[in-house]
């Protein structure tokens, strides 16, 4: 493929002490975020939900860790750039659902991007 990019193992690694800055857009205005990706050390820890759990609580479950993922991600771009914090785990669930959804998205759709780049290089 011409002129692919492909990152380097540095610039992959520095991902995860890198603020990364996000924007959707919601109700005709922007809602701008930072975030910053995690190590696996940092990843949220969670038990493993009963194989025999009902859909929905499976359902539940999965919402609360990936609600979890992307509050450590938030919180770990606000440690290191308090002076753009705008969400937080505090204001979080205060937030319509949809936004949340559509912020949750966009976090996950760019870390695809990344994850897209490292297989195809």
Request: net charge negative; charged share 25%; hydrophobic share 35%.
């Amino acid at each position: 493929m011409p002129n692919e990019e492909v990152w380097t193992i540095e610039e992959l690694v520095a991902l995860s002490d890198t603020v990364q800055h996000g924007k959707v857009e919601y109700r005709g205005k922007t809602v701008n975020f930072q975030f910053c990706e995690l190590t696996e050390a940092e990843e949220p820890k969670v038990n493993m939900i009963d194989e025999n759990a009902t859909p929905d609580e499976k359902n539940d479950f999965y919402t609360k860790v990936g609600t979890e993922r992307i509050l450590s991600m938030i919180g770990k771009a606000n440690t290191k750039n308090p002076d753009g914090i705008l969400l937080d785990a505090d204001n979080w669930p205060s937030l319509p659902t949809s936004l949340r959804f559509s912020i949750s998205t966009e976090i996950l759709s760019l870390n695809e991007e990344v994850a897209a780049n490292f297989i195809n290089g």
